[in-house]
């Protein structure tokens, strides 16, 4: 069943983007029906990754039909005129592969990871669903339920899923990145056939995709299985700008406390509104060595102050999501010790952000940030998945194959100044939404009356 996966933070973007001896060999090139094609050779095993990335996500949904992309995404397992429901997940299971799918933000993707002999094939079945899909109630109503338990699930019964999704709406309050992935409730439930046939046939139009293939191949060899395959989809629709509702600069902190008896350990998060990397690339590339002079475990900044010199903090952390269409968050987390109160642990949060912006890294939290930043962009390279999603994510947020190669080489190029002013300009209340998540105290005991009291019945005005 696909699943729905946030791909949040430098993980799933152009922070580990692999610094590669041989990264002159990803080829690019488009097919005359207008889809992308980026293939990054690794011959290490004879195992492919392919992927299909369509540029829209759940900030490109209708008003009023949050929910929809993700929708989507479950319904594209249900079969074609040529294929039957769960026929393509049965031969990739039969031929020892793995598939799945995801829908983010900005971009729906679907991968198969299978022997390089089978690439042929899953590209087949993945060009017949672009545009084969059939969907009746019989299968759309159904799967609408399905999402429905997903919700329920994942955010309705988690109290720090449930805050997290108020917090991002808090922050986002006119683009359309306010409103959760999987989408609200009551929207979802209003989602019907015609809803997923218009949104499908919008947006899933060869001219509207990106094709990664990764892997034991050579870029003539999927050009030739690409025009065989997807090169016979003719398009469907005419591509438009992404033009969304921006964001108004900021005027005033916002707060949110959640108290739930379900909560284990309370927590306090922080997110600020921040430049992604498609909106200002040197800006960004210095927030993620930001991000990391804050939140690099144990040698990061926060870890160091708040657990480790004023012992206020269990854990703390802090994390950058650049890549995205429109201004992105960069966020702070701590877990206060259990006799430290909130109060306490977000001054201590307030004073080690304060002295930064103040004073910049040391030399040595910087060079160790970088480091450390470039070290992974080197180890992604050893998961061949890894490549294709931050080839795909990239291209299919706005930026190029060739910002994902000198990234490694930007990070490298950001001095203490520019974390420090970075710091100075986002890190600021007005930017931010800080949330609590607290354990609910129980609900004191009703008051017995004194025996022989008078009782009131139910509705008796006793004035």
Excluded: C
């Excluded at 949104?199 to 990106?210: D, E, G, K, V, W």
């Excluded at 927030?287 to 475990?297: E, H, I, M, T, Y």
């Excluded at 950058?320 to 109160?341: C, H, I, K, N």
């Amino acid at each position: 069943m696909p699943a729905l996966m946030l791909l949040a933070g430098a993980a799933a973007g152009l922070a580990t983007a692999p610094a590669r001896a041989d990264a002159a060999e990803v080829a690019e090139f488009t097919l005359g029906n207008g889809m992308q094609v980026v293939v990054v050779p690794d011959h290490r095993a004879p195992v492919v990754t392919h992927m299909v990335w369509y540029r829209v996500g759940s900030a490109d949904e209708q008003p009023g039909k949050s929910g929809i992309a993700h929708f989507l995404e479950h319904l594209m397992f249900k079969g074609t005129d040529k294929h039957p429901a769960g026929e393509f997940s049965q031969v990739v299971a039969k031929l020892g592969g793995q598939e799945n799918a995801f829908t983010s933000q900005d971009y729906t993707a679907y991968f198969q990871r299978v022997a390089k002999q089978n690439l042929a094939t899953v590209m087949g079945f993945e060009a017949d669903r672009m545009t084969g899909l059939v969907l009746t109630d019989e299968v759309v109503l159904p799967e609408r339920d399905v999402v429905l338990e997903e919700r329920r699930m994942r955010t309705d019964n988690d109290p720090a899923s449930q805050l997290s999704e108020a917090a991002q709406a808090a922050m986002f309050v006119n683009h359309p990145y306010g409103h959760p992935i999987i989408g609200w409730e009551d929207e979802i439930k209003q989602l019907n056939r015609q809803d997923a046939l218009d949104f499908y046939r919008r947006f899933y139009t060869p001219n509207n995709a990106i094709l990664v293939v990764a892997g034991d191949v050579e870029p003539e060899e999927v050009k030739k299985l690409a025009e065989e395959t997807y090169g016979k989809v003719a398009p469907r629709a005419e591509t438009a700008a992404r033009i969304r509702p921006q964001e108004p600069p900021p005027r005033a902190e916002r707060r949110l406390v959640l108290a739930d008896g379900r909560v284990g350990q309370p927590s306090l998060s922080r997110s600020y509104l921040v430049p992604s990397y498609r909106g200002d690339r040197d800006e960004s590339v210095t927030l993620d060595v930001l991000a990391q002079v804050l939140g690099g475990g144990s040698t990061g900044r926060l870890y160091r102050s708040l657990v480790v010199d004023k012992g206020v903090a269990a854990s703390a952390g802090a994390w950058y999501q650049s890549t995205a269409l429109d201004d992105t968050r960069f966020g702070l987390s701590v877990t206060p010790r259990p006799e430290v109160t909130m109060e306490a642990v977000e001054t201590a949060l307030d004073e080690t952000i304060a002295a930064l912006a103040k004073d910049g890294p040391d030399a040595a939290e910087l060079e160790r940030a970088k480091t450390r930043l470039v070290a992974e962009a080197i180890y992604a390279q050893d998961n061949q998945a890894t490549l294709a999603r931050i080839y795909g994510a990239a291209l299919a947020t706005g930026s190029t194959a060739q910002d994902v190669k000198i990234w490694p080489e930007l990070v490298k190029s950001v001095t203490a100044e520019q974390v420090r002013d970075a710091a100075r300009r986002w890190l600021v209340p007005a930017r931010a939404v800080t949330s609590q998540l607290l354990q609910a105290k129980p609900a004191p005991a009703a008051a017995l009356p004194e025996p022989g009291a008078e009782r009131a019945s139910p509705g008796e005005d006793r004035s």
